[in-house]
């Protein structure tokens, strides 16, 4: 499909796709965020025809994404907020890197008003690759912006269509790395035409939790740690955070939310001291059931990391 007369603006974070290698056929000696996201675009063939010809690059960051900061995110949200609220945006696309693309997801689901697509994609080749997927995920995202019925935040690669809150990296290397678990994706696209998995337009649950203002006003960010429990876990990581100024506490628990004795005593009197403590599983699919009396809250289905942004975002907005 093309449309003419809107614009579709592109934010570059910089990760893989943006990547080069010395050696076309290295596919993990390479280094992140090399090239401008406006270059990226000009070697896609027919993704400025796609676009109708409005197509807008901006470089918001140049970043290999194990790095990403809040500080990239607040930048990030609102370029997307200002461009978003322009009549003439359809849609923005994110190039990010693939390793914290589900955290930026949940940040933005959670601080943006999202009635019109906000689309990362991304890449697990670098752009000199023999066969880079870049610049297929590249015309994918924009054929999901330009979809009817598009909007909220989503993730696009290897031809999958996510929503932000299930998508997850699941594999370390294969080009087809994401997945939204049980929930299953929200569409596929097929040579530049979204078939969503549900009959009409995409519904999402895309309302702000009205983090932005905090965001926006964030002196500080709150110090939030993941830690996991596993066979043998005590409770020193805990306690030593706890004095040295933590305000939260996400637990990576097993199974449905459980936690050794020793750290769960730990992360008791964390709590007690005024940290917040949240539970998630490490299991990859399902999530913690809460029972009535449990003394650690629940994550409300939230992975550990994306249980993190949310614990963030929560501090922020008790500032
Ligand atoms: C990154 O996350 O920036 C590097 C890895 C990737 O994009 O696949």
């Given at each position: 499909m093309q449309v003419s007369g809107q614009k579709i603006v592109v934010l570059g974070t910089g990760g893989t796709i943006a990547g080069t290698s010395a050696q076309a056929g290295d596919n993990i000696g390479y280094t992140a965020a090399q090239v401008g996201v406006e270059q990226l675009l000009n070697a896609v063939p027919g993704l400025q025809a796609l676009a109708g010809g409005g197509l807008v690059a901006e470089q918001v960051a140049q970043i290999d994404s194990k790095d990403m900061e809040c500080e990239v995110w607040r930048t990030l949200a609102l370029r997307c907020a200002h461009h978003l609220n322009d009549p003439e945006v359809r849609g923005v696309v994110i190039t990010h890197g693939t390793d914290t693309l589900e955290e930026t997801a949940w940040f933005l689901h959670e601080v943006l008003d999202a009635r019109k697509p906000v689309v990362l994609t991304c890449a697990m080749r670098p752009a000199t690759a023999l066969t880079p997927d870049g610049p297929q995920n590249l015309l994918d995202a924009v054929a999901v912006v330009l979809a009817p019925g598009s909007m909220g935040v989503l993730a696009v690669a290897a031809g999958d269509v996510h929503g932000a809150?299930?998508?997850?990296?699941?594999?370390?290397?294969?080009?087809?790395?994401f997945s939204s678990g049980e929930a299953g994706a929200l569409g596929w696209v097929e040579e530049g035409t979204v078939r969503w998995a549900f009959n009409g337009p995409v519904v999402l649950e895309n309302q702000a939790s009205g983090a932005m203002n905090s965001v926006v006003n964030a002196a500080a960010w709150p110090w939030v740690e993941v830690i996991m429990n596993h066979?043998?876990?005590?409770?020193r990581a805990v306690d030593a955070l706890a004095r040295e100024g933590v305000q939260g506490l996400v637990v990576a628990c097993t199974g449905n939310g459980t936690i050794h004795h020793d750290l769960e005593a730990a992360l008791l009197r964390a709590q007690t001291a005024g940290v917040r403590v949240v539970r998630s599983t490490r299991c990859a699919e399902g999530q913690v059931l809460p029972k009535p009396g449990d003394a650690l809250p629940a994550s409300q289905g939230l992975s550990p990391v994306k249980a993190r942004v949310a614990l963030i975002l929560d501090l922020l907005r008790m500032d």
């Open positions: 809150r299930h998508v997850q990296k699941v594999h370390p290397y294969r080009v087809n790395a066979a043998g876990a005590s409770g």
